[in-house]
């Protein structure tokens, strides 16, 4: 009897692998983290500096409705303040707050710790290897979605 051979692509083992490795990476998270995606924004105010919301959503690539309800979920919390646009005085930016500041470095040192520990018996060239190929493909994927869409 012949078994079927499962055929997978090298794009879908590795969105696969992203994902277990996502929610694996959560799961070993204390509660009260930081949401992901609002570390990501948290991470894009503290390398931009103070930024309309409008350039947060476009540098995050989130529509600009999504990028307020985040913006407002973290001002609630007192991670992010609102502070005037020194080139419109009808606009406004955000800027992290010194609580901000305090919870965005707890949460990148939980989840850095969490894959040094996980990567702990690699050898220093794959570490190096996996960064220099995750930030490959980050910027990869960059570069597509600032293409025109083709279908």
């Known amino acids: 009897m012949k078994t079927a051979t499962r055929q997978v692509?090298?794009?879908?083992?590795?969105?696969?692998?992203?994902?277990?490795?996502?929610?694996?990476l959560r799961a070993r998270l204390p509660e009260g983290r930081i949401d992901p995606a609002m570390m990501f924004v948290l991470r894009h105010v503290q390398v931009g500096g103070p930024l309309r919301v409008s350039a947060l959503a476009e540098a995050v690539g989130l529509d600009i409705s999504t990028a307020s309800r985040h913006v407002r979920q973290l001002e609630a919390g007192g991670l992010l303040d609102r502070t005037g646009d020194p080139h419109d005085r009808r606009?406004?930016?955000?800027?992290?707050?010194?609580?901000?500041?305090?919870?965005?470095?707890?949460?990148?040192?939980?989840?850095?710790?969490v894959v040094d520990r996980a990567t702990a018996d690699w050898p220093e060239e794959?570490?190096?290897?996996?960064?220099?190929?995750?930030?490959?493909?980050?910027?990869?994927?960059?570069?597509?979605?600032?293409?025109?869409?083709?279908r």
Request: net charge positive; proline share 2%.
């Open 9 to 24: 692509t090298t794009g879908q083992d590795l969105v696969v692998s992203l994902l277990t490795v996502a929610r694996r």
């Open 91 to 113: 606009a406004f930016q955000v800027r992290l707050t010194r609580r901000g500041r305090a919870a965005l470095d707890q949460a990148m040192r939980a989840r850095a710790g």
């Open 126 to 150: 794959d570490r190096a290897a996996l960064t220099t190929l995750m930030t490959r493909l980050a910027e990869s994927l960059d570069r597509l979605a600032a293409e025109p869409e083709t």
